[in-house]
């Protein structure tokens, strides 16, 4: 949660970017956002909670967004934008120029976006930046239609190096830290449900090769203990779905962060 405080209006996202998140103002590169509409889009959000602070009198808890670190505490961000960070500083030396012109509409999303659906951005680009790790997949394109005459599309069409084919991705992402559920069926139950349905309302007669990327967003260690206990032995069992990844994250006690966006099994 973002504590706001009688904090006065008029951010410049892009100056703060530039000195928190350069890696992010490289990716764009020359391709132009219209910097005046996300701070119009930042100024009316924060002047919103402003006017309920003054109706309270008192502190306004709001849900993290990806503005947090420059509403709150410029200079000094939390361990998940650290990763944050490291994520566009790894796209930039993972993607070719093109490819990079490709994911400047989701950069945008995440720029646009004042609640917690930023991190279903963050999690495509983090899975893409895990993927173009692999060194054998080429990004072709993003909102790649998955028939040819429809007009639903997958995240992205990767041409695979090693036998010339082509595969769509589809990322989806599962905020099970939102969820209170109790009991490892009732989880599985959720988890298998999200991913069954986005199959069923997309993935039918595909054009092409295609995978389901899970990306499951938890608060805190124990969640992620009870996921890896609970797929360790069997792991998700659905076709064409690939294993959770999750992020985590360590701090030593220099403050140095110690990242992870890692499978569960």
């Known amino acids: 949660m973002v504590n706001i405080t009688d904090n006065p209006m008029e951010y410049d996202v892009q100056s703060s970017l530039k000195k928190h998140m350069p890696g992010l103002i490289e990716l764009l590169g020359t391709q132009n956002i219209s910097w005046t509409s996300i701070n119009k889009k930042l100024d009316n959000n924060l002047q919103k ?7 309270e009198q008192n502190t306004v808890l709001k849900e993290a967004t990806f503005y947090s670190i420059i509403i709150n505490s410029p200079g000094r961000a939390d361990g998940m934008f650290d990763w944050f960070h490291t994520v566009f500083e790894s796209l930039l030396l993972n993607l070719t120029p093109n490819e990079k012109m490709l994911i400047c509409k989701t950069i945008y999303s995440i720029l646009a976006a004042l609640d917690k659906g930023y991190l279903n951005f963050m999690g495509e680009l983090a899975t893409l930046n895990e993927i173009k790790k692999l060194g054998k997949y080429d990004l072709i394109n993003t909102e790649e239609p998955i028939q040819s005459d429809s007009k639903r599309c997958a995240d992205f069409l990767f041409l695979n190096k090693d036998d010339n084919s082509n595969i769509l991705v589809e990322v989806v992402n599962i905020h099970f830290y939102l969820k209170a559920i109790e009991g490892n069926k009732n989880i599985k139950q959720f988890i298998d449900g999200k ?14 090769d295609f995978y389901l990327q899970p990306v499951i967003w938890i608060k805190s260690e124990k969640e992620h203990e009870l996921l890896v206990n609970l797929y360790k032995d069997t792991g998700l069992e659905i076709d064409n779905v690939e294993a959770p990844l999750v992020y985590f994250t360590y701090q030593d006690l220099a403050g140095k962060y110690e990242h992870h966006f890692d499978c569960i099994y």
Request: proline share 5%.
């Open 49 to 55: 909670i402003k006017d309920e602070l003054n109706l």
């Open 195 to 208: 991913l069954k349905g986005k199959m069923r309302a997309k993935f039918i007669k595909p054009k092409y």
